[in-house]
């Protein structure tokens, strides 16, 4: 989670979703929860067969200032709901997912306190409510707050503790009213966190009445910090997320993404199958592409064009186009309208007339239109689909475009909750209509920071994400769009590979999926950079095999061949002397046999 991607200014609407929620009908995209049937019911309840693990969660925390951050906590939360008392085995992160779930809580919280109360408050007076807001919710906590820091403080929890802060920090500067998009948007919120979070320390050890020491030590760092210059935020302790697109033109996939040398590239596919164990790679041109942030793509005849972030100290739309033929990679003036440049979903497209979309989670798309060169905006409805008074943003889904022009978003988060993969939302762009269908078939869980890929006959792949910090159920489920309704299916897998996140998935030949880089998610939640391509053979429908592929730079490759070479000669000409010896023993033995 970057802090660019943590701090987007767009998801500031993400935490009106518990106020929403209070204010209108709860939204029909999240996910149900199975209903369990019994025939005839015992004189007393049964213990639940499928306990929630949110339920065990909120009714752990009355026990949490006698047992702590701890296991035993959940233990005593599932216990008061009836469930065993061996539930808190559902939370191998143990009282790091109790604080998790907490800060969660108190975020949601916080909004709906001050939602509707800001009105006539200078922006100032408006930071401050927030801060003192949230920090009263710690209060009946803060004998057991400093064994939650400890905790946080854990190198398996930093990256969790550092969401949570930027989450909320931009939750305040949006209430307070703040539209920023230039430097100032970073450097308010960096401050803020560094104000929070020592106001936070302090009140720890803060024995005055009603903590009244705490808020005057706020009031002090606030009024220090006015003119933004006095305290510095460190954005470079958050962790990076590459954002990757790729698009298959001719023999090759072309790649473009934040990873060193590996920003853009085209990976050689003109002879794959089923017996390939490499694919070669070959950097491109880099001088241009390092300087931009939030890379997105898309191919069109000959030519592509890299969309983003000129650099960090600018924000502003940029764009780069590389002729595949000429290997030229030029910049363009032609950037298209002022756009949110803080938006991380890719390009969608091309469709048939060369147009790629770029949706705002929101209710436009900024279109360009790869044949005419122009730029344009269209303002859609999509809250015509959701129930009244629901505030909206959708962020972390895919989508496809199908040859008909219909848009298929699967997944992601609408306004800070799951979205359910049977729950399709649909975009006609010939229409220019928005609306939802209901999937059949297999269950497929929720997820973000996925793949979906699509085929020839209408399949769209989808692969991996991660529902928060968790693996999902399937990591591989295809989604049949040439019926109605669309169908689920789950295939048998052969040679699994793990869960990947953020990864990238391109169509080849129709018949092979090549997925490559990304994130390997385990069991726990923790993750590892994935440095490997895999290859998915889908030719049979009931059942998909992966293949292992390395990844290897085109120089080394040609090194490795040339050394196959000399290894293949030096094993001939070995052989001959080898079989020459032989064959002068034997006859060396049958002269010796005759003599005698």
């Known amino acids: 989670m970057t802090w660019r991607n943590v701090l987007n200014k767009q998801q500031h609407n993400q935490n009106f979703a518990s106020a929403a929620n209070l204010k209108g009908e709860r939204s029909k995209f999240v996910d149900e929860q199975p209903t369990i049937q019994t025939s005839t019911p015992p004189p007393t309840p049964p213990t639940p067969p499928n306990p929630v693990p949110s339920d065990i969660l909120g009714a752990s ?19 008061a709901l009836g469930y065993p008392y061996v539930s808190h085995g559902l939370f191998p992160r143990g009282g790091a997912e109790l604080i998790d779930y907490f800060l969660d809580d108190c975020r949601r919280k916080m909004t709906h306190k001050i939602f509707d109360k800001m009105d006539g408050l200078k922006v100032h007076q408006k930071i401050r409510f927030a801060c003192v807001t949230r920090l009263n919710l710690t209060k009946p906590y803060i004998k057991r707050w400093p064994e939650a820091l400890a905790i946080m403080a854990q190198p398996n929890n930093v990256l969790m503790s550092v969401e949570h802060l930027a989450r909320l920090v931009d939750d305040m500067w949006y209430l307070a009213g703040d539209k920023s998009v230039d430097m100032n948007w970073y450097s308010k919120r960096g401050i803020l966190a560094a104000i929070y979070s020592s106001t936070e320390l302090y009140m720890v050890q803060d024995t005055s009445p009603e903590f009244i020491g705490t808020f005057q030590f706020l009031d002090r760092r606030l009024k220090d910090s006015a003119t933004f210059g006095r305290i510095v ?47 070669e790679y070959e950097p491109l041109s880099k001088l241009e592409i390092n300087s931009i942030l939030n890379p997105r793509s898309a191919g069109w005849k000959d030519f592509i064009v890299i969309y983003g972030i000129k650099d960090f100290l600018q924000m502003i739309p940029y764009m780069l186009k590389y002729n595949i033929t000429s290997h030229e990679l030029t910049s363009d003036a032609n950037v298209g309208p002022k756009y949110d440049v ?75 909750k799951p979205v359910s993969m049977n729950k399709i939302i649909l975009y006609d762009t010939e229409e220019g209509k928005w609306s939802t269908l209901k999937a059949v078939g297999d269950f ?47 295939p048998q897998i052969i040679n699994p590979i793990g869960q990947i996140i953020q990864h990238t998935t391109v169509m080849v030949n129709n018949t092979f999926m090549v997925l490559y880089f990304g994130y390997n998610i385990t069991i726990t939640g923790t993750s590892t950079f994935n440095q490997k391509a895999f290859m998915l053979d889908t030719s049979n429908l009931s ?54």
């Not at 390009?347 to 060169?373: C, H, V």
Request: hydrophobic share 40%; with cysteine.
């Open 444 to 490: 497929v869980g929720s997820r973000e920071l996925h793949s979906a890929c699509l085929t020839s006959d209408g399949r769209i792949i989808v692969y991996g994400g991660k529902l928060e910090f968790q693996q999902v159920e399937p990591d591989l489920a295809v989604l049949d769009t040439s019926v109605t309704p669309y169908k689920w299916t789950i």
């Open 61 to 79: 925390l009355p026990f949490v200032n006698q047992y702590g951050w701890t296991i035993d906590t959940l233990a005593q939360g599932a216990k």
């Open 233 to 279: 935020g460190d954005v470079n302790n958050y962790v990076d997320v590459a954002i990757r697109s790729a698009i298959g033109i001719l023999s090759s996939i072309y790649a473009v993404g934040e990873i060193l040398e590996k920003r853009f590239l085209s990976i050689d596919v003109s002879t794959l199958s089923k017996d390939t164990s490499t694919l």
């Open 543 to 596: 059942q998909y095999t992966w293949y292992n592929m390395e990844l290897v730079k085109k120089d080394d490759m040609k090194g490795k061949v040339k050394l196959t070479t000399i290894w293949i000669i030096f094993i001939v000409v070995a052989s001959l002397v080898i079989s020459t010896l032989f064959g002068y023993l034997i006859f060396k033995c049958y002269k010796m046999r005759n003599k005698n």
């Open 342 to 416: 803080f938006i991380e979903e890719p390009f969608i497209g091309p469709d048939d007339k060369g147009n790629i979309y770029l949706f705002d989670g929101i209710d436009s798309f900024n279109i360009f239109n790869m044949e005419t060169y122009n730029w344009y905006i269209m303002k859609t409805k999509f809250d015509e689909i959701f129930p009244k008074n629901t505030l909206l943003i959708y962020k972390r889904y895919t989508a496809t475009i199908l040859p008909n022009g219909v848009i298929v978003f699967l997944g992601g988060l609408l306004t800070y």
